[in-house]
């Protein structure tokens, strides 16, 4: 296959998982699209440079972050609720009621997630919204897996502590 056509399925592969991060990340649609689309022409660009193309995501994500970080700091922007409000509803597909009630409890989980530290709440999206393993969120982080192990510790703490305090069930567990 040709670098386009094994590109083009990457990108086909992984866009939502881009997306999604990107969200959660800039919490508004155009800084992730602008970050997704800045991240994938610079995964084109060096994608020569990748020796092993099954480690695209993690080396992928790596770059989101990082471009994603470098547009927060340049913008420090707050997500309005209604673009939650919006994105959750993307993702249901039960009945009505069974509907309403995960819409709500996605809704206040995501609340509470953005309530962390910006450390705490990155891996706390790599790990359960990507499904990164501790390893991987360490290299796309570029810190320690204990450094890892510990945010998502001390994530998963709090988030118990605000569930608690809401009268929410408890939805993170250990690893």
């Known amino acids: 296959m040709e670098k386009e056509e094994v590109f083009d399925s990457l990108y086909e592969q992984y866009k939502d998982t881009a997306m999604r991060t990107a969200f959660f990340i800039c919490k508004n649609m155009p800084d992730s699209e602008d970050v997704v689309q800045e991240t994938f022409v610079k995964c084109y660009l060096h994608f020569d440079e990748l020796k092993d ?7 992928m994500l790596k ?37 309403f009630l995960e819409k709500e409890e996605a809704e206040r989980i995501l609340s509470l997630i953005n309530q962390l ?9 790599l790990y359960y919204y990507n499904e990164l393993s501790v390893k991987e969120i360490a290299s796309v982080t570029r810190s320690m897996e204990g ?13 118990r502590k605000m ?12 690893v």
Do not use: C, N
């Open 163 to 174: 569930m608690e305090s809401g009268g929410g069930r408890e939805v993170f567990y250990e």
């Open 63 to 99: 770059i989101l972050i990082r471009s994603a970080y470098h547009l927060l700091k340049k913008e420090k922007r707050e997500m309005p609720e209604e673009q939650v409000e919006d994105r959750m509803k993307e993702k249901t597909v039960a009945g009505p009621a069974d509907r």
């Open 147 to 159: 450094t890892v192990k510990s945010r998502l510790y001390l994530a998963r703490k709090q988030l």
């Open 117 to 125: 530290p910006e450390k705490q709440r990155i891996v706390v999206i």
């Open 53 to 59: 193309k099954k480690d695209f995501k993690p080396w």
